[in-house]
């Protein structure tokens, strides 16, 4: 027998719960959600390749085609003294999250979700008969001094169909394509370096050579947002109450570098669903998703670590961006996608 299932954040990973969930045959799938769609986010809108079978397991593949989102087959990796480049070993895609989050609430809604345009109740310990999926996003703060903030604009210009990231100073930026020839800026930087930009960062992007040249090309046509602070980290040992199961950021936040973490939130939003709807143990569950992305958090960690003591360059350099890529995405196990239903 499935169960109820209640939804607490309704973007990416809260969605794909959604979707697969009603797939699973769960009688009741509500979805709490505190902002009204559409709606700007602080985001890369790089999707990795790996989102096609996720996508096409929650039958919204030919769908996502449809949204025509801006292929990206190159990967620059911008360092003070150096420039490297590859080619991606599988296309990716750059979608705005303001399409991209409004299209999966309409696919979640047509399959049959209930959508709750409001603050999510706190999970109720002793109703083990409807479970809850947490996929509120990072919820995590960090002491003053130590923080990371994100930000990112939009801008048009010069097309490319690779995705750059230049790093610098202790921060990174990444410059790619988006739908309708919009280019999206996004980068993060710690609060000190910040500050001293009075939080202005078209300044802080003067700040990388190289970036401002490649931002030469292009004009930005909204208001820088910014976001934080960023903290990184895991629930995958947490000891959660009966039927909670958190999915995506609520999960674990990986380096934004990657451009792995939407990955991440539909991957484990699909599993959080489905586990939800047929009942299956809490640690279980955990367990599944420890073994889908314990590499890509792990290899993240690294990568941050040599980047902070002036490594970075030295690790580009060593490590091929074809298998960084590969090092940094969910381990799926097979090179073409799960089989339906397993991942
Ligand atoms: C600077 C930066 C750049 C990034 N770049 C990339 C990238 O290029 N590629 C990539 O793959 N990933 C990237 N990421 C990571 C990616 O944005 C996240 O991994 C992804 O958004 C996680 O999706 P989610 O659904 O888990 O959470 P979110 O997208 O954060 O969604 C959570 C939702 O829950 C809602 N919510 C929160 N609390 C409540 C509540 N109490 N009640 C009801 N609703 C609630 C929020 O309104 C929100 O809509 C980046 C992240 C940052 C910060």
Wanted: net charge positive; charged share 15%.
């Amino acid at each position: 027998m499935t169960r109820p299932v209640h939804i607490h954040g309704g973007a990416l990973a809260g969605c794909a719960a959604a979707i697969a969930a009603i797939q699973a045959q769960s009688p009741q799938v509500r979805v709490y959600e505190k902002s009204a769609f559409p709606r700007h986010k602080v985001c890369g809108e790089f999707l990795s390749s790996g989102v096609q079978p996720v996508l096409r397991q929650l039958g919204i593949w030919e769908s996502f085609q449809a949204l025509r989102p801006a292929p990206m087959s190159r990967l620059l990796l911008h360092f003070p003294r150096k420039t490297f480049r590859f080619h991606l070993p599988e296309v990716c895609w750059g979608l705005t999250r303001y399409r991209l989050d409004a299209w999966l609430r309409h696919h979640a809604m047509q399959a049959g979700a209930e959508w709750c345009q409001e603050l999510a109740p706190t999970p109720s310990a002793n109703n083990a008969n409807v479970a809850t999926v947490l996929a509120h996003g990072r919820k995590d703060t960090a002491p003053k001094g130590q923080r990371v903030f994100g930000f990112k604009a939009h801008h048009r210009g010069a097309i490319s169909d690779a995705i750059e990231l230049f790093f610098f100073d202790g921060c990174y930026v990444g410059v790619n394509p988006a739908e309708d020839g919009v280019t999206n800026v996004c980068g993060l930087g710690p609060e000190a370096l910040l500050k001293q930009h009075g939080f202005e960062y078209d300044a802080l992007c003067r700040r990388s050579p190289a970036l401002a040249a490649r931002l030469s090309t292009l004009t930005r046509h909204m208001d820088w947002l910014s976001v934080g602070p960023l903290v990184y980290g895991d629930r995958f040992r947490a000891a959660l109450p009966d039927a909670v199961y958190p999915a995506g950021d609520a999960l674990g936040f990986v380096d934004p570098f990657t451009g792995s973490g939407m990955l991440n939130a539909l991957l484990s939003g699909s599993l959080a669903g489905r586990s939800a709807a047929l009942g299956d143990a809490v640690p279980a569950y955990l367990a599944h998703c420890r073994r889908l992305l314990h590499r890509p958090f792990l290899v993240s960690a690294i990568f941050r670590a040599a980047l902070r003591s002036g490594v970075g360059e030295r690790f580009a350099g060593f490590v091929p961006g074809s298998v960084l890529f590969h090092l940094t995405r969910a381990h799926l196990g097979q090179p073409h996608g799960p089989a339906p239903g397993s991942f």
